[in-house]
């Protein structure tokens, strides 16, 4: 069943657009060299917008923590329980997270620890979404 | 009306010092209304509305006040579980009933202005919109009291349940991930304290040891004490504690969250009547003493919060209600922390250093004796677990141990000082009462 579709809006539709392209972008405040996602309107650190800017990262994590969806709440995921929700973090700063299914892995098989790798996926015509590979 | 923005009234910073009305503050009396687990939206005495009515009456009763001399209400719309989403639930529009019920506050939720217009309030001069959860609503009438703002203070906490699955409507329905929700949603994370607190708990456990199903413990010591809390929802319903099979074999959620660790939405209303200590006195009830309101908001750093963040700000949390009631954690009898999911409340414990549990502790003293007859009464109040999601067990088990009136949940260690709260471990209150002002 497909993901459900994120709808961009105005502080994150550049995320959106290199996500679609298949490249991940996240904010770096030059001031702080602090990376930070999902995207907000000011840096977390020093408050300020004037030093945020979009940086590609090196598109590698690891697996910290994971979980698999038996009963949730969504009804478009539904038809997917069971399915894994696992914890990746950014080897660049892994106090940057990111959620992913981990494409492949069956539940409950997930390699906590694990390295993986950025991949994207379509969620809806022309709109992608990014997850995570693990490395094999 | 003014606003919970009107009124700078948070203690939400670190190194505020003793709290500048420590023992001025106090509740001099409650009032509960029948826990039902749904409203059947066509019974008129058991709506939302009746039911916060019967709660600020007994309330008022209990602590000997006159409608006359309320002059300060604190409300928040109701919470709304059952089938659609949450908070954004929307009923309307249905068919309504003759007034007071000709719209849906009354039904499902409830403020107050209702209340003021329904129940005959002529002298309330507080009465703030936008009120938050609980938590800090008691933060908020303390500080309110405290600085004259009012002097006889209902707090009022409605939480409505109405048919159908948990939040399986609203925006759980939808195909398309709006605002934060495009950040969560497309992988699943439906949002909601389940979610916050269950990748920490893995963590917790890779970090400290243990298993899931060591929760069992803490699970049935709150329907134990639930079964021992007379307006609680397992005790009018008779839900006996589950067995450690029961639990061990319940239904999946979030793996390895189960239904056991999750609270039972239900309909019901609450009320406590907060006054000066100079009038408590006077009052018909043995009144208990606020000494000190703490809130925090942390903000997410980034996708999902982890252990070391989670474990950073309940340490600050401590931090601060310690200092702002000026006691340590030796000096807290009653530990009345938050239990909406079981999987957050380890934090709280080991955060606040409650009779000495440090981090990673938390699993081996859930396995000791934890029962409101032995040496460590570990949430006697049975929280959400075991009386329904209502959000306000930890405060009234606070206020019953303090006077001596908790019945068959007495404890039998000193009761002298309790801790109490909603709360998540990223937002929320607490509140330190105290069975004498110093």
């Given at each position: 069943m497909p993901k459900i579709i994120p709808v961009p809006d105005e502080l994150s539709q550049p995320f959106w657009d290199a996500v679609n392209e298949r490249r991940l972008v996240i904010q770096n405040c030059t001031a702080c060299d602090k990376l930070q996602y999902p995207p907000q309107a000011v840096c977390q650190i020093c408050g300020s917008s004037d030093w945020l800017e979009w940086q590609e990262p090196e598109g590698k994590g690891h697996i910290a923590a994971y979980i698999v969806i038996e009963d949730g709440r969504l009804n478009r995921r539904m038809?997917?329980?069971?399915y894994n929700l696992a914890l990746v973090t950014l080897d660049q700063d892994p106090t940057v997270n990111f959620y992913s299914n981990l494409p492949g892995v069956p539940a409950y098989e997930v390699p906590v620890g694990a390295a993986v790798e950025l991949t994207f996926e379509e969620v809806a015509p022309g709109q992608l979404i990014h997850e995570w590979r693990v490395v094999e | 009306m003014t606003s919970s923005n009107d009124f700078q009234w948070r203690r939400d910073q670190d190194g505020l010092g003793v709290w500048e009305h420590r023992g001025q503050v106090a509740i001099a009396g409650y009032g509960h209304s029948p826990v039902d687990r749904?409203?059947?939206?066509?019974n008129l005495d058991t709506s939302l509305g009746a039911y916060t009515i019967m709660a600020c009456e007994k309330a008022m009763e209990q602590a000997g006040v006159t409608i006359d001399q309320v002059d300060g209400i604190v409300c928040c719309d109701s919470h709304i579980a059952g089938g659609s989403g949450g908070t954004a639930s929307q009923w309307a529009p249905r068919p309504y009933f003759d007034p007071p019920y000709d719209s849906e506050y009354g039904l499902t939720l409830i403020n107050a202005q209702w209340l003021i217009d329904n129940m005959g309030f002529k002298n309330v001069k507080f009465a703030p919109t936008g009120v938050p959860t609980i938590g800090e609503m008691v933060g908020m009438a303390s500080q309110a009291v405290g600085d004259g703002v009012c002097s006889t203070c209902l707090v009022i906490y409605p939480t409505g349940n109405m048919e159908g699955r948990y939040r399986r409507g609203g925006e759980n329905a939808d195909d398309y991930a709006r605002?934060?929700?495009?950040?969560?949603?497309?992988?699943?994370?439906?949002?909601g304290n389940d979610f916050i607190n269950i990748f920490p708990h893995r963590q917790y456990l890779m970090k400290y040891g243990g298993e899931h199903e060591d929760l069992v413990h803490f699970v049935r010591n709150q329907h134990k004490n639930g079964m021992l809390t007379p307006w609680g929802y397992n005790a009018t319903h008779n839900i006996q504690p589950i067995s450690v099979e029961d639990y061990i074999g319940s239904r999946p959620i979030l793996n390895p969250l189960r239904i056991w660790d999750c609270d039972r939405p239900v309909n019901a209303s609450a009320a406590y009547l907060f006054t000066t200590s100079e009038r408590a006195r006077d009052m018909k009830s043995q009144p208990v003493y606020v000494l000190n309101h703490s809130q925090h908001n942390f903000r997410f750093r980034t996708t999902q919060p982890d252990l070391d963040e989670v474990e950073m700000w309940t340490d600050r949390q401590a931090a601060r209600m310690y200092e702002g009631a000026g006691l340590g954690p030796a000096d807290v009898d009653i530990f009345n922390p938050y239990d909406g999911y079981s999987i957050m409340t380890q934090f709280f414990l080991e955060g606040f250093q409650w009779h000495g549990v440090k981090r990673g502790e938390a699993l081996s003293f859930y396995a000791g004796d934890i029962s409101v007859k032995g040496p460590h009464p570990f949430s006697s109040s049975g929280g959400n677990l075991g009386n329904g999601r209502t959000r306000t067990a930890m405060y009234t088990d606070s206020i019953e141990q303090l006077r001596g009136?908790?019945?068959?949940?007495?404890?039998?260690?000193?009761?002298e000082t309790a801790l109490c709260a909603f709360t998540t471990p990223s937002s929320g209150g607490w509140l330190m009462l105290g069975k004498y002002p110093s």
């Amino acid at each position: 069943m497909p993901k459900i579709i994120p709808v961009p809006d105005e502080l994150s539709q550049p995320f959106w657009d290199a996500v679609n392209e298949r490249r991940l972008v996240i904010q770096n405040c030059t001031a702080c060299d602090k990376l930070q996602y999902p995207p907000q309107a000011v840096c977390q650190i020093c408050g300020s917008s004037d030093w945020l800017e979009w940086q590609e990262p090196e598109g590698k994590g690891h697996i910290a923590a994971y979980i698999v969806i038996e009963d949730g709440r969504l009804n478009r995921r539904m038809p997917d329980q069971p399915y894994n929700l696992a914890l990746v973090t950014l080897d660049q700063d892994p106090t940057v997270n990111f959620y992913s299914n981990l494409p492949g892995v069956p539940a409950y098989e997930v390699p906590v620890g694990a390295a993986v790798e950025l991949t994207f996926e379509e969620v809806a015509p022309g709109q992608l979404i990014h997850e995570w590979r693990v490395v094999e | 009306m003014t606003s919970s923005n009107d009124f700078q009234w948070r203690r939400d910073q670190d190194g505020l010092g003793v709290w500048e009305h420590r023992g001025q503050v106090a509740i001099a009396g409650y009032g509960h209304s029948p826990v039902d687990r749904r409203w059947d939206e066509k019974n008129l005495d058991t709506s939302l509305g009746a039911y916060t009515i019967m709660a600020c009456e007994k309330a008022m009763e209990q602590a000997g006040v006159t409608i006359d001399q309320v002059d300060g209400i604190v409300c928040c719309d109701s919470h709304i579980a059952g089938g659609s989403g949450g908070t954004a639930s929307q009923w309307a529009p249905r068919p309504y009933f003759d007034p007071p019920y000709d719209s849906e506050y009354g039904l499902t939720l409830i403020n107050a202005q209702w209340l003021i217009d329904n129940m005959g309030f002529k002298n309330v001069k507080f009465a703030p919109t936008g009120v938050p959860t609980i938590g800090e609503m008691v933060g908020m009438a303390s500080q309110a009291v405290g600085d004259g703002v009012c002097s006889t203070c209902l707090v009022i906490y409605p939480t409505g349940n109405m048919e159908g699955r948990y939040r399986r409507g609203g925006e759980n329905a939808d195909d398309y991930a709006r605002g934060a929700r495009q950040w969560t949603v497309p992988w699943g994370n439906h949002g909601g304290n389940d979610f916050i607190n269950i990748f920490p708990h893995r963590q917790y456990l890779m970090k400290y040891g243990g298993e899931h199903e060591d929760l069992v413990h803490f699970v049935r010591n709150q329907h134990k004490n639930g079964m021992l809390t007379p307006w609680g929802y397992n005790a009018t319903h008779n839900i006996q504690p589950i067995s450690v099979e029961d639990y061990i074999g319940s239904r999946p959620i979030l793996n390895p969250l189960r239904i056991w660790d999750c609270d039972r939405p239900v309909n019901a209303s609450a009320a406590y009547l907060f006054t000066t200590s100079e009038r408590a006195r006077d009052m018909k009830s043995q009144p208990v003493y606020v000494l000190n309101h703490s809130q925090h908001n942390f903000r997410f750093r980034t996708t999902q919060p982890d252990l070391d963040e989670v474990e950073m700000w309940t340490d600050r949390q401590a931090a601060r209600m310690y200092e702002g009631a000026g006691l340590g954690p030796a000096d807290v009898d009653i530990f009345n922390p938050y239990d909406g999911y079981s999987i957050m409340t380890q934090f709280f414990l080991e955060g606040f250093q409650w009779h000495g549990v440090k981090r990673g502790e938390a699993l081996s003293f859930y396995a000791g004796d934890i029962s409101v007859k032995g040496p460590h009464p570990f949430s006697s109040s049975g929280g959400n677990l075991g009386n329904g999601r209502t959000r306000t067990a930890m405060y009234t088990d606070s206020i019953e141990q303090l006077r001596g009136t908790a019945g068959d949940r007495q404890v039998t260690v000193r009761a002298e000082t309790a801790l109490c709260a909603f709360t998540t471990p990223s937002s929320g209150g607490w509140l330190m009462l105290g069975k004498y002002p110093s």
